[in-house]
């Protein structure tokens, strides 16, 4: 039984490139949320998911920042024209429920050049 | 605003204690609080969570208690050993929708020896 599976683990991009997060919940999870980490603070969360639905994207950058959960298919976060402070690690989590303990990820940790 | 506060000086004691860690919180009646360990350059591992109903709940060596008059949490660590040694994360969600969990900065434990 597979956990919460996140690519790439590493991801170097130069400013103003595109970066692409990958994450594949755990079987049978059909809520997915992202949480940022920057260092030395804590998760921050961006956008939470539903199969096709985002539900709250509260977190999430109005700007350059944006989210999927396609019907088949990893969920998907992009982000565009990267700067410097989207250097951070990137978390994905998954749960069975809405109101659940959520399993998480080992993160992206992009660096932006 | 919401706040939640965990203790951010690092948490030092000897193998064999009981650690003893505190997350308190403002402005929100939350309906559960959960806690997570979080390893170096490693995601967030789900412990327990506690509801608002309940004043205390255990699991092998941790014990969580939830005051909701408080509005503070405790979480401990009886019989304490060096690979207990992490960063410990509470969380809440604050939506009152159960969409998102907004997590305090984390206490890090070092058990020693």
Known sequence: NAGVMQNPRHLVRRRGQEARLRCSPMKGHSHVYWYRQLPEEGLKFMVYLQKENIIDESGMPKERFSAEFPKEGPSILRIQQVVRGDSAAYFCASSPRRDNEQFFGPGTRLTVL | ?113
Not at chain 2, 34 to 56: A, H, M, S, T
Not at chain 2, 67 to 87: E, M, V
Not at chain 2, 89 to 105: R, Y
């Open chain 2, 1 to 113: 605003s919401q706040k939640i506060e965990q203790n951010s000086e690092a948490l030092n004691i000897q193998e064999g204690k009981t650690a003893t860690l505190t997350c308190n919180y403002t402005n929100y009646s939350p309906a559960y609080l959960q806690w997570y360990r979080q390893d170096p350059g490693r995601g967030p591992v789900f412990l327990l969570l506690i509801r608002e109903n309940e004043k205390e709940k255990r699991k092998e060596r941790l014990k969580v208690t939830f005051d909701t008059t408080l509005k503070q949490s405790l979480f401990h660590i009886t019989a304490s050993q060096p690979a207990d040694s992490a960063t410990y994360l509470c969380a809440l969600d604050i939506s009152g929708t159960a969409s998102k969990l907004t997590f305090g900065t984390g206490t890090r434990l070092q058990v020693t020896l």
